[in-house]
């Protein structure tokens, strides 16, 4: 079944204990993406990956980092993170980065505090 | 700065019925246009998108239309069945593809037995 894989679904840290999340897709595909999902201000892009190795920052990059060392994976890093990391992500991923459809995963549920 | 956004939180339309959910861009320079339907718990769903080169693209019980004039979007649903209850969300981009994808706030559609 084509998917977009992330883990953990649910998490609760505590500020400045470095955490993964993972991402992983079966489809083959080039492009990748996170996202955070917030109240009142939709869909926010944290990072992008048009290919391995080729990683950009999206609109709300600080607090995070990725890599793209294989096409299937892009985790989402969060090195010392802080509550108002607090948020929904999702990854997500599509053939290639001009195509439209772009499959996401179900979300990762991060609270820190 | 740019923005996408929707010019109601909620709908709610009876079951069978059609239903229009709205969307006004403000960057004269997008020219890709998608929506995205989010299911309770769930990531969003690709549902139909529309390049600046065309006004209406029509999918299975969805219509798209696109109003440059005005920068306007609208996402019709024919025959409204329980299952379309979700968060409808439109996103753009300036390059023709999900590199820089800006996605509005959502809209709420409750489809009433």
């Known amino acids: 079944e084509a998917q977009v894989t992330q883990n953990p679904r649910y998490l609760i840290t505590v500020t400045g204990k470095k955490l993964t999340v993972t991402c992983s897709q079966n489809m083959n595909h080039e492009y990748m993406s996170w996202y955070r999902q917030d109240p009142g201000l939709g869909l926010r892009q944290i990072y992008y990956?048009?290919?391995?190795?080729?990683?950009d920052k999206g609109d709300v990059p600080e607090g995070y980092k990725v890599s793209r060392k294989e096409k299937r994976n892009f985790p989402l890093i969060l090195e010392s993170p802080s509550p108002n990391q607090t948020s929904l992500y999702f990854c997500?991923?599509?053939?290639?980065?001009?195509?439209?459809?772009?499959?996401f995963g179900e979300g990762s549920r991060l609270t820190v505090l | 700065g740019e923005s996408v956004g929707l010019h109601l939180p909620t709908l709610s339309v009876q079951e069978g019925d059609n239903s229009i959910i709205n969307c006004a861009y403000s960057n004269s320079a997008s020219d890709y246009f998608i929506w995205y339907k989010q299911e309770s718990g769930k990531g969003p769903q690709f549902i139909i998108d529309?390049?600046?080169?065309?006004d209406k693209r029509q999918g299975q019980r969805v219509t798209v239309l696109l109003n440059k004039t005005v920068k306007h979007l609208s996402l019709q649903i024919a025959a409204t069945q329980p299952g379309d209850s979700a968060v409808y969300f439109c996103?753009?981009?300036?390059?023709?593809?999900?590199?820089?994808?800006?996605f509005g706030t959502g809209t709420r559609l409750t489809i009433i037995p």
């Open positions: 996103a753009e981009s300036s390059n023709f593809g999900n590199e820089k994808l800006t």
């Open positions: 997500a991923s599509s053939l290639r980065f001009n195509t439209g459809e772009l499959f």
């Open positions: 990956s048009m290919n391995v190795e080729v990683t």
């Open positions: 529309i390049r600046s080169n065309m």
